[in-house]
């Protein structure tokens, strides 16, 4: 019963959270769900993923919460700055992927996201590709490099925006601050699923 509270609790304070956000009542937690991520770059955030099932495809919210300030990702690195500011960021080599992947996949276009593929496990195919076109996909996915020097990290590895796989090189500066560089085009035309984000 505590449990059943305390999550109906975090519905309510993450719908609320979408709704002063946008403005209106575009969410009622009654009819949401939630993931909830652990961030280890930070001591006291966590990403909360808010499900709208009352939405078909899903729609889906990302917020920062540490307790105390509820952030909605809005598609841009505004609020990841807040929270580099709030929070201290402690970037490592054994965490930069996981900042890196979790910051790129909320700073989209429209209908389109930027993630880190490591693996063909990482694309979500909308419909599944010949065989010939996945074993393409896959042999032209090369595993991340990831070095540390002067203050910077960096991290040869693909990329994949929209329908476009990419390998670049990825710089984090130690405020978090991510630039993408040396974009090299791969494949084109992967049938990637996209879920509905706000």
Known sequence: MKTDLITKQMLEKLASTVNEAKGSAVVNAKQ???????????????????????YTPLIQYSI???????????????NWYYANQVDTLSLSLSNILQYVRIVLNSIHAQFSSTNIVTSIDDIDFYQMPSMETLHQIESSIKPPVISHKNNEFTILSCLIEGAILYDCLISVKLNGEISITDKNLILTGIPVAELAWD
Do not use: H, P, Q
């Open 64 to 78: 920062l919460y540490n307790g105390n300030n509820a952030l909605l990702l809005d598609g841009t690195f505004r």
């Open 32 to 54: 949401c769900t939630f993931i909830v991520t652990e961030l280890a770059f930070y001591s006291s955030f966590k990403l909360y993923t808010l499900i709208d099932s009352s």
